[in-house]
């Protein structure tokens, strides 16, 4: 149930009883099956078939059903994570096309860059989250400042040479005149504050949290906007409550 409820067709599951695997798949994967795929005695081991985006959601919800049910986690437990090697690319199953998984101007791991034209969904990007207690607290990445590989990602993404000079031509020109590489990584203080205290929600960890109206009742915001400093900014309001 708990790989179906997250997209998988289902969950095979092999035991090593007396060193013969039984379950339904074993008669299909021929001597020395358990071996290879590291099963002791009286081990059980839990697979989904599929594709990684199928499969490893599915396979991670059942990790942590198994972990909860049999109190693998301890109480009042922190620990850290840093996730990496994260795909540069993915294929569009519609359309067969590239996209880029955190956005196009993410660097490329340096290692994988021979596999731009060869074999580009295992490119890795030269990025990275930290999780904490299994939430995301923050990610970031090292930007690309070749502009030759700039230009290269573009096409790649399917973006021609006159399209990415119309909407990325200051990009571009700054990386030829030198602009050296960034990064960096975006943290939510508030929500760290909130995992590391046991918090129940953001409200309780800011000094003057906002309404579920996203009205911020201590500053009185949002207010209404005087109309000389609309007309001066040529905004019109339309359809305002009175």
């Known amino acids: 149930a708990e790989a179906k409820s997250a997209g998988a067709a289902g969950l095979l599951r ?28 009286g081990g059980l081991a839990l697979y ?4 990684d985006a199928v499969a490893n959601p599915a396979l991670d919800r059942v990790r942590q059903h198994v972990a909860r049910r049999m109190h693998l986690v301890p ?6 994570l840093w996730v990496t090697d994260f795909p540069l690319f993915l294929r569009e199953a519609d359309t067969g096309n590239l996209t880029s998984v ?6 490329p791991n340096a290692e994988d860059i021979p596999l731009l034209d060869a074999a580009p969904e295992r490119v890795r990007a030269n990025a990275y989250d930290v999780v904490f207690n299994g ?11 070749d502009p030759a590989l700039q230009a290269r990602v573009f096409s790649m993404l399917g973006i021609d040479e006159a399209t990415a000079q119309a909407r990325f031509g200051f990009l571009l020109e700054g990386l030829r005149a030198g602009a050296p590489p960034h990064g960096g990584i975006a943290l939510g203080m508030d929500r760290i504050a909130m995992m590391l205290s046991g918090a129940g929600s953001l409200r309780d960890v800011i000094a003057f949290p906002k309404t579920t109206a996203a009205r911020a009742l201590f500053e009185g915001a ?3 906007v005087p109309a000389d400093e609309l007309r001066d900014l040529h905004i019109t309001v339309r359809g305002q409550a009175t």
Do not use: M, W
């Open 75 to 80: 109480e009042g437990a922190q620990a850290f």
């Open 14 to 41: 092999l035991k090593l009883v007396n060193g013969v695997l039984e379950g339904p798949a074993a008669k299909f994967l021929g001597e020395g099956a358990a071996a290879r795929l590291g099963i002791g005695e």
């Open 102 to 107: 955190h956005h196009p101007f993410t660097s």
């Open 222 to 224: 949002p207010a209404p």
């Open 48 to 51: 989904v078939a599929g594709p």
């Open 135 to 145: 939430t995301e607290l923050g990610g970031g990445s090292i930007r690309i400042a």
